[in-house]
Structure formats: structure tokens, C-alpha cells
T-cell receptor
Framework: SQQGEEDPQALSIQEGENATMNCSYK?????LQWYRQNSGRGLVHLIL?????REKHSGRLRVTLDTSKKSSSLLITASRAADTASYFC??????????FGTGTRLQVFP | DAGVIQSPRHEVTEMGQEVTLRCKPI?????LFWYRQTMMRGLELLIY????????DSGMPEDRFSAKMPNASFSTLKIQPSEPRDSAVYFC?????????????FGPGTRLTVL
């Protein structure tokens, strides 16, 4: 079964607003990664956060990790129409396999 | 670097036919992964290679699926015979080291339709 479950499944916002997506997982992890997938394209890596980190930033992206709650969130600030995509979390633990979640579909209206 | 290259981008075939998907990973990457993405099941790892050697094929759905990596710059995923339920987008990805510590780079995918 999939490790990560994203919430919400779909999110619609206006340009300029912030978008927050959550990921919950079931077992221990070494790290958690977030990927973006534009329609009809492959996945693109956004950010990796290790289990001993609590927060990480990359441009307009902010990722938090709470290992006690087994959850992570991805915040996109000042969203743009170009941010419209599906966003996936992926977890890694003691194997060479990344396990991907179910994804959040984000729609940003201009 | 051109990134991960997959061919063909689209494949339409009839049930029972053999299908071969191809992938060229990023040069220097030691790990190669094959994924399948469907609306119902999401993104599933089928098999991955380390230094051209298959490490875990537990995700391969049936014996109809096979994958090879004859050298560091080429891999194939073959379905024989194909069935309508194999219709999906198949992605190839590569990474430099053990995937837990590195990002994976995905190809554009092959959209397979089996009629």
C-alpha cells in the first residue's frame, strides 16, 4: 500500500493566495520528498527534508515535517497560474525505494 | 544533459501484441526505476536497477512484464502479450545514488493504450 496520503485531494485557489498541502505517512522515515507533476509530464523534484529537520525553504516553497505526527506540509506562497499541477509526497526508509502518495491536484486561477 | 529520455511518447496497440518501452537515463546515474501511473492505482514502482542489475522487481504485475538493462545507458520494459488493463503512463526515472538520499529525475513518460 502507498506510504503517503495527501490532503486535500484537490485544491482551487486564486493567483496570489497561498496553497497548503498535507502529507501523512505510516512508518518511520529517513526523509520525505515533494514532487510536482504538470499535466502530461513526468514528475519534477521540488524539495527533500530529512527526518532530523523540521522546516525547509526553497524560493516560494516551505516544507515542514513533524515526525511525531508522521506528517508533512507543503506551502506555496503567492501562487501563480503556472503552479497548477499535481503535488506528491514521497517517503524513504531504509530501502532504496521511494514510496509515493496519492497526490494533491492544485488549480490556480488567474 | 538532455535528462531522462523515453520512447515512444505514445503507443497504441491491440491486445495480444508485444510492447517495448525504452529509456535512456541521465549519464552517470547508477539507479534506474520504472514506474506505472494510473488514475486508480496512482504511481507504482515496477522495478529498479542498480549498476544495470535488477534489485527489486516485486512491483512487476505479472510474468507478461519484463525489464532489462543491458548497459548503463539503456533500459527496456517489455509487455508480452499486452492487455487492455496495461493501459497507463509508464515512467522511467534515474538517480545518482541510493534514492533515499537523492532526487529522482523522471522522463516524460510513455502513454500506452491497449485496445
Amino acid at each position: 500500500s502507498q506510504q503517503g496520503e495527501e490532503d486535500p485531494q484537490a485544491l482551487s485557489i486564486q493567483e496570489g493566495e497561498n496553497a497548503t498541502m498535507n502529507c501523512s505517512y505510516k512508518t518511520s522515515i529517513n526523509n520525505l520528498q515533494w514532487y510536482r507533476q504538470n499535466s502530461g509530464r513526468g514528475l519534477v523534484h521540488l524539495i527533500l527534508i530529512r527526518s532530523n529537520e523540521r522546516e525547509k525553504h526553497s524560493g516560494r516553497l516551505r516544507v515542514t515535517l513533524d515526525t511525531s505526527k508522521k506528517s508533512s506540509s507543503l506551502l506555496i506562497t503567492a501562487s501563480r497560474a503556472a503552479d497548477t499541477a499535481s503535488y506528491f509526497c514521497a517517503t524513504f526508509y531504509n530501502t532504496d525505494k521511494l514510496i509515493f502518495g496519492t497526490g494533491t491536484r492544485l488549480q490556480v486561477f488567474p | 544533459d538532455a535528462g531522462v529520455i523515453q520512447s515512444p511518447r505514445h503507443e497504441v496497440t491491440e491486445m495480444g501484441q508485444e510492447v517495448t518501452l525504452r529509456c535512456k537515463p541521465i549519464s552517470g546515474h547508477d539507479y534506474l526505476f520504472w514506474y506505472r501511473q494510473t488514475m486508480m492505482r496512482g504511481l507504482e514502482l515496477l522495478i529498479y536497477f542498480n549498476n544495470n542489475v535488477p534489485i527489486d522487481d516485486s512491483g512487476m504485475p505479472e510474468d507478461r512484464f519484463s525489464a532489462k538493462m543491458p548497459n548503463a545507458s539503456f533500459s527496456t520494459l517489455k509487455i508480452q502479450p499486452s492487455e487492455p488493463r496495461d493501459s497507463a503512463v509508464y515512467f522511467c526515472a534515474s538517480s545518482l545514488l541510493g534514492q533515499g538520499y537523492n532526487e529522482q529525475f523522471f522522463g516524460p513518460g510513455t502513454r500506452l493504450t491497449v485496445l
